[in-house]
């Protein structure tokens, strides 16, 4: 089929021709043409099997709204024919065929139609027998569901988001849209206007009389500079506080607007009638689209069913194109076509009153039915009525009401700064729309404050001939889709209302009506009405079901952006690198796992522990949680938020500290050490500290006291040196502070200078042995490490990493928040009576904890410990059960080989009636093999704490 | 010796900052003299200093709460002068420790800017003189108009996050070097 003529084809470029293939066969559109388009130029309309039926598909609204245009690219499924511009080389398939498009084996599920009743998979699928499901149904229909196909290989995209920002946002591009814009911007508004198209103009650019109208309108919107158009841009939902995502390509924009203007018009509704679905049915917006837009010839004997002025305009525009127009069907009384019908009957038009009763035609239709009479014709136009394109605005809590008198939707708007125009508010003729969009951009201007203008309205004279309610009847044969997406006959509906569903949102669960690509854009409206008609209801009542957001498809790419994980790095970053850590995330930080290659880990980090153990360690805890909280009333603050007693702590001192929420659960753990009578440095863990901040601010804003808390956990580095020689490398720094075990007793805490680096020691630490913590503003760690290292040499001190500090946590039977504790875990629970001030009146979680201790304890932490070999499989790993007569009572938290023990170790919570020393609880592995093994305390070395307070 | 996370041996050593369209520069090593908490106004007003209004930058002096300020390249002096002070004074910030100083500038500034942060920071809604608190890049961030050698705007942020941010950056701008944004 060759193209029409200039000025047909507005958007392509017939002296660039391009190549791709469809269905393995060279095809040649020109530059601008779409998939569709440039196939139909090439005789091929079917381009899809539908959804359940696998009955052939072809474009029917150009405007991307069904599934039926969707096709398979190489990386990219679910492509919209009748939008995505073709490319040389692209290479484009059908998709849900079996075999291909043109013998698809799945077509025999057309001649099927009436085993698979609707909701039929809500019965099938149950049966016959127990696990049909999972060994028949599911296989089955993995198979078989879903359209395109995912390329898992898929190439990198980048994918970009960005934030914008104007006084108003246009939404749509046609008539009304440029209009508005173009008024507020002249007003001196910050305007940007958006339309899913690659060019401004809507309808304008296809339809009958546009052209003159949008040059002008296009010229007057390039010269405003304040005028921001963004074209090919989906505007994809409205949120909360006109916060609107706008999608163009790889890109979101984020769009924050003081007022939106919605003119997104309003969406053609096919008929129902027999094989409605036939390749060559399309809607008249279509084949004008196809002739202005591509200079595609839709057909050459055509049926034009009319039921408004638009059916008349296409019929006409049809003609001019050469199309014999074997006629024209007008289901009106009276006609429906205004001042074109005298235009119409000027060319001898033969014009029917009545209805398409039917279609029939294998690939293709080949002949309507008319009251008794056949018609023969390769292209059957639908322009019978228009709804308006309701998402957005629904999405703002816009209401859908019915008007039977004009059987029209029309929207009633939240208050809020919205409005609506043109198409979508249910206006048409091209005066009046214009009238419209300038009043409701004035409306606009009123609340942003700017200068304004008087309006005259223009009475819309094709307002009472836009739709036409006809009457819908289920064929005897069926195949009279409402929603061709789903595959949803008129039976189909009435059959759901048969069953008792009444109400449209159930039906939709039970039909799928509405439920694929379109979103019932194309049959949302004839579903109302035949809802309406099966419960003797009025569409009024019944409605459309309800829009959220998104619009349309979005990628997950343009959700997601850029990746970018959150990177945190402590001052000795670098450092760690060079002597060849292996770094890893813990939260949004890097810290070394070990020291040394990968293929050796095992044995590197038994070394790190057994160097704590025998020797010294020094281990970088920078990444710890650090909080500064000063003020008269600093000890009194945190006697209300930790269950220990500050306010009476000395200073040069450092104590522990337990946090708990209202509900008396353990959140977090650290040490407070007090530098001053108003000056607390707490220390909490990594991961739990900016919770902990955000605690500690919340409850400083109830109680008022005289307090600040800052947070300085990347303001300060700390390194911990433990093992039996740390006193040796600490006394040979040089420095003020006296590291003596006279001069500092285990928990003193001590300010000074180290190596010229003003530092806070604390002997404290996490693995049982003798420890200090230095800590030191971040800008001066790597002088204090240097000299830390250099002082550590001759005693054999090495940088131990997480993993080693772990082991050596659990040898101590040290707790870990978050992995030994949960969201219920009480102070009891853990065994941490003694953390838990008995004379204070109050903290947060006392009197949670009181209620809880009253109750008795449910379980309890123990240790664990099992004898068996390294490596063992018969050993339970983290989260296995704990059972107590077959049922669970808890879990193992933490579980490790220990080198120093040569055993594996574990905590883990059992019943409280087991927690005593010496009661045996039966522990589950993975492997299913149960273990009968004694409980034992917390701590598996040094029970008597001798070494870390030598 | 103080070592800048940008700074040979720093934990961000080596990372590239972008130039072209858009172009990051460190200045970390900006002295900075925080304070926070009760007396911290009248303080520096003590010292014969100007503290602007909340989220209101001018000669150098960040106010960021009520009795939160930052004065950046302060006199020498300021420190000890604060520790001699009675109390109330406030409390020492550690702003040079806590937070990275960074500025950008470049072409493409307000399209960058645009992507990383959400605050309207074009020229007709964001004065000179005003201080944004909110997320730059990925991390929680201050930022206000300084215009160094051209229009540019100062960030202070999360001082172990920068090898992160300079990279975010780096990963947004990247964008201006593909396509064309509106």
């Given at each position: ?8 084809g ?97 077509a ?184 202005r ?77 008319v ?12 322009s019978?009525?228009y ?57 606009a ?52 209302v ?30 109302a ?60 930080w890097r810290?070394?796992?070990?020291y ?35 003020g008269?009333?600093?000890g ?9 007693a ?11 500290c ?123 760690a ?49 065994g ?61 938290t ?43 305390g917390?701590?598996?070395f ?9 | 010796?103080r ?124 004065a ?15 930022t ?38 509106p």
């Open positions: 089929m060759s193209r029409l003529p200039a000025p047909w507005n958007r392509i470029n017939r002296d660039v021709p391009v190549t791709f293939s469809f269905e393995g066969r060279t095809n040649q559109g020109f530059a601008g043409d779409v998939i569709a388009s440039a196939l139909a130029a090439k005789g091929q309309w079917m381009l899809s099997r539908s959804f359940k039926y696998h009955r052939p598909r072809g474009l029917m609204s150009m405007a991307g709204a069904e599934a039926d245009t969707l096709v398979q690219l190489p990386s990219d499924p679910n492509v919209q024919a009748d939008r995505h511009p073709i490319s040389q080389g692209l290479r484009v398939s059908a998709q849900n065929v079996n075999g291909s498009l043109a013998r698809d084996r799945d025999y599920m057309d001649k099927l139609g009436r085993f698979l009743p609707v909701g039929f998979y809500y019965r099938s699928f149950m049966g016959p027998t127990r696990n049909s499901w999972l060994k028949m149904w599911e296989p089955l229909i993995r198979k078989k569901a879903g359209l395109g196909v995912v390329d898992l290989k898929a190439p990198h995209a980048d994918y970009e988001k960005a934030n914008l920002f104007c006084d108003l946002l246009v939404v749509g591009g046609g008539l009304a849209g440029l209009t508005a814009a173009i008024e507020a911007a002249e007003a001196g508004a910050d305007v940007i206007l958006a339309d899913m198209e690659p060019v401004l103009g809507g309808a304008l650019t296809y339809g009958r009389d546009g052209v003159d109208r949008l040059d002008a309108l296009l010229k007057q919107a390039a010269a405003l500079p304040n005028l921001r158009v963004m074209t090919e841009t989906v505007v994809n939902g409205w949120f909360e506080d006109n916060w609107l995502p706008l999608i163009r390509g790889n890109k979101l924009y984020k769009t924050r607007a003081r007022e939106v203007l919605l003119a997104t018009g309003s969406v053609e509704q096919p008929a129902v009638f027999r094989n409605n679905d036939l390749p060559g049915i399309m809607l008249g917006g279509a084949a004008q689209r196809l002739m837009h591509y200079a595609v010839k839709p057909g050459h004997r055509t049926v034009v069913m009319a039921a408004n002025i638009d059916g008349y305009r296409v019929a006409l525009d049809l003609l001019e194109a050469g199309v014999e127009l074997a006629a024209l069907v007008d289901p009106r009384p009276g006609g429906s076509g205004g001042a074109l019908a005298s235009e119409l009957a000027a060319t001898g038009t033969k014009v029917i009153q009545g209805v398409v009763e039917e279609a029939r035609g294998k690939t293709h239709v080949t002949a309507v039915k009251g008794d009479d056949w018609l023969d014709c390769d292209l059957a136009v639908i019978v009525g709804a308006p394109m309701w998402q957005l605005p629904c999405h703002a809590g816009a209401k859908l009401g019915y008007d039977e008198d004009s059987a029209r939707f029309s929207l009633t708007l939240p208050d809020a700064a919205l409005g609506i125009a043109g198409g979508l508010a249910g206006v048409f003729a091209a005066d009046a729309v214009v009238a419209d969009a300038q009043q409701a951009a004035q409306v201007l009123q609340r942003l404050n700017l200068s304004t203008r008087e309006i005259t309205p223009v009475a819309d004279d094709e307002a009472s001939l836009t739709n036409f309610e006809p009457v819908i009847a289920s064929h005897p044969m069926g195949k009279d889709f409402v929603d061709r997406d789903e595959d949803i006959q008129v039976k189909d509906l009435q059959n759901a048969k069953e008792g569903y009444r109400e449209l949102e159930l039906i939709k669960r039970f039909t799928t009506v509405g439920m694929g690509p379109s979103q019932g854009r194309h049959s949302a409206l004839a579903t009405r035949v809802v309406a008609k099966a419960t003797d209801r009025s569409v009024d009542q019944i409605g459309v079901t309800t829009a959220r957001p998104p619009f349309g498809p979005e990628t997950l790419g343009v959700l997601s952006g850029h990746h970018h994980p959150a990177e945190r790095r402590t001052a000795l970053h670098r450092e760690h690198i060079r002597l060849g850590a292996d770094m890893r995330p813990v939260g949004a810290r070394p796992y070990f040394g290659p990968k293929v050796d880990a095992k044995r590197l980090i038994e070394e790190e522990v057994h160097a704590v153990r025998n020797g010294v360690g020094i281990l970088d805890v920078s990444t710890l949680g650090g909080l500064e909280v000063r008269p009333d600093a009194e603050f945190l006697n209300r938020i930790y269950t220990l500050y306010k009476k702590q000395p200073v040069g001192r450092c104590r522990y337990l946090m708990t929420n209202e509900m008396g659960t353990v959140i977090d753990d650290g040490v407070a050490y007090r530098l001053a009578e108003d000056l607390y440095y707490v220390t909490a863990t990594t991961g739990a500290v900016a919770r902990v901040y955000a605690d500690m601010l919340f409850w400083n804003a109830q109680w008022r006291l005289d307090v600040d808390v800052l947070n300085v956990t990347s303001a300060f580095s700390g390194f911990n040196i433990t093992g039996p020689k740390a006193r040796d490398v600490v006394t040979a720094l040089d420095g003020d502070i006296d590291f003596s075990r006279e001069g500092f007793a285990y928990l003193d805490g001590h300010s000074g200078t180290v190596a010229g680096v003003p530092v806070r020691a604390m002997r404290i630490g996490f693995t049982g042995e003798l420890s200090y913590e230095l800590h030191c503003p971040s800008t001066y790597k002088t204090l490490w240097d000299a830390v290292i250099k002082v550590g040499e001759p005693v054999g001190m090495r940088p131990y990493g997480l993993e080693a500090s772990r082991i050596l946590r659990l040898e101590k039977g040290h707790i870990l928040i978050g992995q030994d504790t949960d969201a219920l875990t009480s102070p009891d629970e853990l941490f009576e003694w953390a838990i001030s008995k004379t204070k009146p109050f903290f947060v979680g006392k009197r949670s904890i009181e209620m809880r201790r009253n109750k008795g304890l449910s379980r309890k932490l123990v240790g664990l410990s099992f004898d068996a070999p390294q490596g063992d499989p018969n050993v339970p790993g983290e989260s296995c059960l704990v059972l107590k007569d077959d049922v669970p009572v808890g879990h193992i933490s579980v490790l080989w220990s080198p120093t023990l040569s055993a594996h170790i574990a905590l883990a919570y059992v019943h409280g009636d087991d927690a005593d020393e010496g009661s045996v609880v039966t522990v589950k592995c993975r492997n299913g093999v149960r273990l009968n093994v004694p409980v034992r917390h701590t598996f040094d029970a008597e704490n001798k070494r870390q307070e030598l | 010796m070592i800048y996370p940008l700074d040979p041996q720093g934990a961000a050593e080596g990372t590239p900052l972008v130039t072209g369209d858009v172009t990051l520069r460190d200045f970390s090593h900006t002295s900075r003299f925080g304070l926070k908490g009760r007396g911290s106004v009248a303080f520096l007003q003590s010292q014969g200093i100007s503290v602007p209004g909340v989220n209101e930058t001018a000669t150098g002096v960040l106010r960021l709460g009520s009795e939160e300020v930052v004065v950046l390249d302060g006199p020498t002096e300021l420190r000890a002068s604060w520790e001699a002070a009675q109390a109330p004074k406030g409390y020492y910030a550690w702003r040079e420790e806590t937070w990275a100083m960074m500025h950008l500038s470049g072409e493409r500034l307000f399209d960058l800017m645009a992507k990383i942060c959400p605050v309207d920071l074009s020229v007709s809604a964001f000179v003189g005003r201080i944004a608190q909110t997320r730059v890049g990925y991390v929680e961030a201050i206000w108009r300084n215009d160094r050698d051209g229009i540019g705007f100062d960030l202070l942020f999360d001082i172990a996050a920068t090898a992160f941010f300079a990279d975010a950056v780096a990963t947004a701008s990247a964008e201006f070097n593909r396509e064309v944004t």
